[in-house]
């Protein structure tokens, strides 16, 4: 398979169509409309659908009665967006219905900007509709990774019947990088429990209203003991120059490839920094992050929110190490010049002998 | 128009209410349209405007071309904010807090946030009677987040969400009358305008905010960057859609309807499709469908306007 130059927005939609998406449900919002172009012009030609509906209520509805039906099916949004579809994200958590949602997230809150943000990661993470679900969140920090994450969410969304988020940024959707996609997927999975018209056999029904509390209570534990098998398989992480760090930063998409470029600036003075790069936001890779601390003391957490996955990182440390955060909020991209100034900081505070 | 009225450009409203120095495209007929119609409502004027061209390009924070008091909603509720604001200041005013006088209550949205996402908010704010005007300019498309269609794109429009080639004609769909769906709130003041007929456009916004309860007022905003036409021809395409009939220009005041221009000759549709780049793609046959979809619906009004 050939490399091709592709735009973020444009890599979601073209994995989505080799993963097998046979239906999409889109509305326009800044930063991501150029992913519902990509489908507008290819879907038809597949013989799939692309539909642009009148509002996101209306799309995420959208792709409750589609996954309904069985098929393979995502819809994108960006910040303000992605918030009116949190009724529709609960009620797929509540049917136990496969989807993917693509969060290209702006600065907020209110309608905020078009610039790219981090600002949604409680509503990502910590399920942003009512009851208690989670949601499996991808965080994808390259064009490359939009590809692939997005083409495995589809597998991850139908193995454990869930929505799945991928959440990324303005930055990442705008930008244009070579990318190998993957091979379009041959069979897609059987569902044996989709609602394809009656035949012989007995009436299936998709239903979240449980009135029985016992019933309920029943269904939720069913729901924790599903995202239990989650996080014990589905966990991805990165580690960068790990081996000998003794100050370590973490940071998810567009912010990580930043602080990337701040650690290999560091390193040139000899200030032995790493990174953990959570790829899944939800399950957080809390283990290795506990694995870390035995032999480190000083975390440096770099967001572009005002402190979102820094709590993620506080629980899974649990005052076992001291933690740093630096957020730039609301749209602004930091230079990796602004990073790596921190990391010193940090690094001399650490190092300097104590009087 | 009244015929007894006088219309001159000297008469109009001197003072600017948006000011220049926004950040509207070349040619824009939007940004026109609300020019003339904050000028027709005056000082005592509330406006609540959903996300759109227009909010994005006059209120850059910290700039801001608006020189009347403005809230930004989201898409889908200016109908249901302006409804708060109605409802907050006759609160005030009945408990004596706020000295009793008319405010223009308005609310404005462009053709994505009147005919798609916010057309729940708005049939509400309509069907509970505000005291409020709406405004929609309708440019046919998503144009500020770059061209998607929307239910108000026209049949045959090329967009990037209804892209037309091999496959696709582009918009497959009619255009949703948002005009006729007011009208069946039975609200006592509806009209349709065009900014580059500014007299009849002032009248009518001027009608519609001295009629006490919910008015509706449909404009129709030439928009060169999204029609695919050269900026200066703004004006001259709005004139053609109304000679045309594709845009007839009327008012329902309580249930009757009255046309306030006719054109004179009617020129063939043909005129006001070619030149237009997002119709370049059309064949003769389509031409002729839409021919008789625009006739078909013009002679309806005209009888309807007849019949009073």
Not at chain 2, 79 to 106: D, H, Q, W, Y
Request: net charge neutral.
């Amino acid at each position: 398979m050939s490399k091709i130059f592709i735009s973020g927005n444009h890599a979601f939609a073209e994995a989505a169509l080799r993963a097998g998406c046979q239906c999409y449900f889109g509305y326009p919002i800044t930063p991501q409309n150029e992913l519902g172009e990509y489908m507008a012009d290819h879907m038809r030609k597949l013989d799939r659908v692309f539909i642009q509906s009148e509002s996101e209520t209306a799309a995420i509805n959208m792709v409750i009665g589609s996954a309904a039906t069985g098929a393979r099916v995502m819809t994108s949004s960006s910040s303000p967006g992605v918030s009116l579809k949190q009724e529709g994200i609960s009620f797929l958590a509540g049917f136990e219905l496969p989807a993917v949602i693509v969060n290209v997230m702006r600065g907020g809150p209110g309608l905020g900007n078009i610039a790219p943000s981090q600002g949604d990661y409680f509503q990502a993470t910590r399920g942003g509709g009512h009851g208690d679900y989670r949601t499996p969140v991808f965080a994808p920090a390259s064009v490359q990774e939009i590809a692939d994450l997005t083409y495995h969410a589809f597998d991850v969304a139908d193995r454990y019947r869930t929505p799945v988020m991928m959440l990324s940024d303005g930055m990442m959707g705008q930008m244009k990088e070579p990318v190998v996609f993957p091979e379009p997927i041959g069979k897609l999975p059987d569902k044996e429990w989709a609602l394809k018209g009656r035949g012989d056999g007995p009436s299936r029904y998709i239903c979240s209203l449980i009135l029985d509390v016992v019933e309920m209570e029943r269904h939720n534990w069913k729901l924790v003991r599903k995202y239990d098998e989650i996080e014990k398989n589905e966990i991805l992480y990165e580690e960068y120059m790990l081996d000998d760090a003794e100050i370590v930063v973490i940071a998810y998409g567009t912010t990580a490839r930043i602080a990337k470029g701040a650690i290999k600036r560091v390193r040139k003075d000899g200030v032995r920094a790493g990174m953990l790069r959570p790829i899944t936001l939800w399950p957080f890779p809390k283990k290795a992050l506990a694995d870390l601390c035995a032999r480190i003391r000083q975390f440096v957490v770099f967001e572009m929110s005002t402190g979102q996955m820094l709590e993620d990182v506080q629980i899974a440390l649990a005052g076992r190490a001291d933690i740093v955060f630096h957020g730039r909020p609301g749209g602004v991209v930091p230079m990796p010049v602004e990073f790596a100034r921190i990391i010193y900081r940090e690094y001399q505070k650490m190092t300097k002998p104590q009087i | 128009m009244d015929k007894y009225s006088v219309f001159s450009a000297r008469l109009i409203e001197q003072t600017e209410y948006l000011t220049s120095g926004h950040r509207a495209c070349q040619g824009c007929a939007e940004v026109l349209a609300v020019r003339l119609v904050l000028k027709a409502l005056g000082r005592d004027t509330i406006v609540a405007m959903s996300t759109g061209c227009m909010e994005i390009i006059s209120s850059p924070l910290p700039l801001t071309s608006w020189k009347l008091p403005w809230i930004h909603n989201a898409f889908e509720n200016s109908a249901a904010v302006i409804s708060g604001c109605e409802s907050g200041m006759k609160a005030m005013m009945r408990k004596g807090k706020l000295p009793a006088k008319k405010i223009n209550f308005t609310a404005m949205g462009g053709d994505g946030a009147t005919a798609d996402i916010g057309m729940g908010a708005l049939s509400g704010a309509l069907e509970r009677g505000h005291d409020m005007v709406y405004v929609c300019y309708d440019n046919e498309a998503y144009m500020n987040t770059g061209i998607q269609r929307s239910s108000s794109t026209p049949y045959g429009a090329s967009t990037t969400t209804s892209p037309a080639g091999k496959a696709s004609m582009g918009q497959h769909t009619q255009k949703k009358n948002m005009t006729q769906v007011a009208v069946a709130h039975n609200i006592p003041y509806v009209a349709t305008a065009c900014p580059s007929f500014p007299f009849d456009l002032i009248d009518k916004v001027k009608r519609a905010a001295e009629m006490p309860g919910p008015a509706y007022v449909h404009i129709m905003s030439v928009c060169p960057t999204g029609w695919r036409i050269p900026p200066e021809d703004a004006i001259r395409y709005g004139r053609l859609a109304v000679d045309s009939c594709m845009f007839p220009l009327y008012e329902v005041v309580n249930g009757k309807y009255r046309l306030t221009y006719r054109p004179n000759p009617i020129i063939p549709i043909r005129d006001y499709l070619s030149g237009q780049g997002r119709y370049r793609h059309l064949t003769e046959p389509d031409i002729e469908k839409i021919n008789d979809m625009v006739g078909r619906e013009y002679q309806r009004i005209v009888k309807m306007s007849d019949e009073v």
